[in-house]
C-alpha cells in the first residue's frame, strides 16, 4: 500500500474561514474519539489514532493555519441514513499525511441500487480526503477557495460493483462520482478511482488539470452536465487511463440550460480500454442521451492535441458521438491527436468545425 501523502499548496480549503493562529501552538495534539477533537485541533500536529465515528455525527476538522495531520489508524463511520458528510476538513496550508490507513463508510449499509433515489446517504462523504473504501454515494466535493493540488488518493468502490439483496440485481453502488468539480485553480493527479459514476465530474470552473489519473469501472471522465449560467474554461485532462467505464471522455450539457459555454478543454495523453457506451461524447441533450440537444450552452476550442488519446471501445460502444444544437458549437476544433479503435462508427451531428480527424 502505498503511502498517501497530500500536501495543500498555500491553500485555503473548502469553507475554511482562516482565523488568526494564536502565537504558539507547536504541540501535537492527539485524537481517539470525536471528543478529543476540539482540544486537539489548537495544536499545529494531530496525529489520530484508529476509533469508529458514532453514527449520524461528522468529525469535523477546522485545523489552525499550517497543521500537520498524521493518520495513524483506520476511521470506520457508524451507520445512519443522514446527510452526512461523514468527514471534513477545513484550513489554510495543510499537509495531511494519511500513510495509507482507511476512511471506511459501510457504503453496504446504504446502497439500493438507485443512489440519491433511494434512503437518505451522507454525501459527500468527505470534504477532502486519504483514501476512501466505500463511500455511500458520492465522494469528493471540491470548492477549493484558492489554489489546490490533490495527489495520490485512492477511491476503492469496486465493491459496489456487485448486486446486494437491496439493489434489484443492479450493481449496489450508485451514483458514486469520485471528483465533483465546481471550482477554479484545482489539480488533481496521480490518483485511482474505482467507482460507478463519473470519475471526475466538472460542474463549472476554470483552470482544472485532471493528469495521471486511473479511472475504473464508473461513467469516465466528465465536464458537465452543465446547467444555466455555469462557465467552464482552460481545462486540461491529460495522460490518464481509464478502463472499463461506460464511456472514457465526455462533455454533456443540459438541453434546457441557458447562458452557459465550455470553452478550451484539451485532452492530451489519455488512454482508455474497454469503452462499453462510446470512446469520446460530447451531447448536448442531457438528461437524454443523443436526444434532441438544446442550444444554451456555447463549446468551443475543445482539442485533442499533443500526445495521441488512444481510446479503445468495446464492440457494442459508439466510438464517437457528437450531438450538438444548431450554432452552438462553434469555431474550428483539433482532434489530430485522437485514435479511436474497435466498436461502430461514430456520428457527429449539428456541427462540421472538427479539423484533421476522420473516423
Ligand atoms: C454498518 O454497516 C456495515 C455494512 O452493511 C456492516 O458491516 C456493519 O456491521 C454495520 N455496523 C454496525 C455497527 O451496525
Ligand atoms: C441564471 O441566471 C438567471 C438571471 O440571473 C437567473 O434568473 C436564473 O435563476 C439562473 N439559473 C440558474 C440555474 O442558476
Ligand atoms: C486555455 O487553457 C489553458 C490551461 O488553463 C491556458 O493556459 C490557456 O491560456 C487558455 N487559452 C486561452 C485562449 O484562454
Redesign the pocket.
Given at each position: 500500500m502505498l503511502a498517501l501523502y497530500v500536501v495543500f499548496l498555500a491553500t485555503a480549503l473548502f469553507i475554511s474561514s482562516a482565523s488568526a493562529a494564536p502565537k504558539d501552538r507547536r504541540c501535537t495534539g492527539t485524537i481517539s474519539s470525536l471528543d478529543d477533537v476540539s482540544a486537539a485541533v489548537k495544536c499545529t500536529t494531530v496525529n489520530i489514532n484508529s476509533f469508529t465515528v458514532p453514527a449520524g455525527e461528522t468529525f469535523n476538522l477546522d485545523l489552525a493555519s499550517g497543521s500537520t495531520v498524521n493518520l495513524l489508524g483506520d476511521i470506520v463511520f457508524g451507520n445512519e441514513t443522514w446527510a452526512g458528510p461523514l468527514f471534513q476538513i477545513s484550513g489554510t496550508g495543510i499537509t495531511f499525511n494519511g500513510n495509507g490507513h482507511t476512511f471506511n463508510g459501510n457504503g453496504p449499509f446504504y446502497w439500493d441500487g438507485q443512489g440519491g433515489g433511494g434512503v437518505t446517504k451522507p454525501a459527500p462523504m468527505m470534504k477532502y480526503n486519504v483514501k476512501v473504501l466505500n463511500s455511500p454515494m458520492r465522494v469528493y466535493s471540491v470548492s477549493n477557495p484558492a489554489a489546490l493540488v490533490m495527489s495520490k488518493l485512492t477511491i476503492d468502490n469496486s465493491l459496489g460493483d456487485q448486486a446486494n439483496a437491496n439493489s434489484d440485481g443492479k450493481a449496489a453502488g450508485h451514483n458514486t462520482d469520485g471528483f465533483d468539480c465546481s471550482t477554479h485553480d484545482l489539480t488533481i493527479e496521480d490518483s485511482t478511482i474505482m467507482n460507478q459514476d463519473d470519475c471526475l465530474a466538472i460542474n463549472k470552473g476554470?483552470?482544472i488539470v485532471f493528469q495521471r489519473n486511473t479511472c475504473s469501472g464508473g461513467h469516465g471522465i466528465s465536464i458537465g452536465s452543465i446547467s444555466s449560467n455555469a462557465t467552464v474554461?482552460?481545462?486540461?485532462i491529460k495522460d490518464n487511463t481509464i478502463k472499463n467505464n461506460d464511456q472514457a471522455l465526455r462533455i454533456k450539457t443540459k438541453s434546457d440550460a441557458t447562458d452557459a459555454s465550455v470553452t478550451?478543454v484539451?485532452y492530451s495523453g489519455n488512454t482508455a480500454t474497454g469503452c462499453n457506451r462510446f470512446g469520446v461524447i460530447i451531447d448536448q441533450s442531457y438528461p437524454s442521451t443523443l436526444g434532441t440537444p438544446g442550444t444554451g450552452v456555447i463549446i468551443s476550442?475543445v482539442n485533442f492535441i499533443g500526445d495521441t488519446n488512444n481510446i479503445a471501445v468495446a464492440s457494442d460502444a459508439v466510438r464517437v458521438a457528437v450531438n450538438c444544437g444548431s450554432g452552438s458549437c462553434t469555431g474550428t476544433w483539433d482532434w489530430s491527436a485522437l485514435e479511436v479503435t474497435g466498436g461502430k462508427a461514430s456520428e457527429v451531428t449539428g456541427f462540421s468545425g472538427i479539423e484533421n480527424w476522420s473516423d
Open positions: 476554470s483552470n474554461s482552460g481545462i486540461i478550451n484539451t476550442d
